[in-house]
């Protein structure tokens, strides 16, 4: 004689009691086991009744198909971010063996342009050495750019609508018909923010609406600018180099980094 009491004696009123007493009395299922082979629910496509057994196997598929979509996204991420890597080091690598620096600003625009699919690219500087101040990059530079460009605090993306003054960006005669979305990159140099000079900046635009975008995270687009920021110091005044180098000392001794020996 059982000593268990039957469920209609157990005070079940609710689903929720039903439920409750099937999980803390598991023998339940082992004095009724043919009660789970004759359930039948609801398949979760629809259109028939499947067994408890059959609604575990395809709900567990399911599962199994999610967590194979997951791996395979973040595998798509992994390549994806390792063809970052190679393009910015193939990027990087172009600028370093260019002996030329006057030729260096035609060559970062183009070398972007081309590892990285921008459909446009657009280098301007300003207050560089005076031997590069005829470079077009240079002569392209409209005075109100400079304010606009400084006020930024790191890269920007967005709709070519959300900036005014996009035409005088770009340059005078610059073709920006087919332009839905830009990416503006401030171009800096100093070791402090508080104390960086902001010489110039690349402008990348696109005809597709959604490759840049305000809610777009912006960590490549910082690397990217502070690569070309580097390579275009040599570009600068002795005197602006002198003065970089000086606040960077300065900012390695405030931290407590040792002065290198150079041999």
Not at 5 to 18: F, I, Y
Not at 126 to 144: F, S
Request: hydrophobic share 40%.
């Amino acid at each position: 004689m059982t000593t268990t009491p039957p469920v209609q004696h157990a005070g079940l009123a609710t689903e929720e009691d039903v439920a409750s007493y099937l999980i803390s009395n598991p023998e339940f299922f082992e004095r009724f086991a043919e009660v789970l082979g004759t359930v039948q629910l609801a398949s979760p496509h629809g259109g028939k009744t499947v067994s408890l057994h059959e609604r575990q196997t395809l709900m567990l598929r399911e599962k199994i198909k999610a967590l194979e979509a997951s791996i395979v996204e973040m595998m798509g991420y992994g390549s994806e971010n390792a063809q970052i890597i190679e393009k910015a080091h193939a990027w990087t690598a172009a600028m370093l063996r260019e002996r030329d620096s006057a030729r260096l600003p035609a060559l970062l625009a183009e070398q972007l342009q081309q590892l990285f699919g921008v459909p446009q690219v657009y280098l301007r500087l300003w207050d560089l050495a005076p031997a590069y101040a005829d470079l077009p990059e240079v002569q392209r530079v409209v005075p109100e750019s400079k304010q606009h460009i400084a006020s930024l605090a790191k890269p920007y993306c967005g709709p070519r609508g959300s900036v005014e003054g996009l035409q005088g960006l770009a340059g005078e005669g610059c073709d920006l018909a087919e332009v839905q979305s830009i990416a503006i990159l401030p171009l800096r140099a100093g070791a402090a923010q508080a104390q960086q000079i902001t010489f110039g900046y690349l402008l990348l635009t696109s005809s597709d609406s959604h490759r840049f975008t305000q809610d777009m995270g912006t960590d490549l687009l910082t690397r990217l600018a502070e690569l070309a920021s580097a390579a275009m110091q040599r570009l600068l005044p002795d005197e602006t180099i002198g003065w970089i180098q000086h606040q960077e000392r300065l900012a390695r001794q405030q931290s407590g980094q040792a002065e290198l020996p150079l041999e």
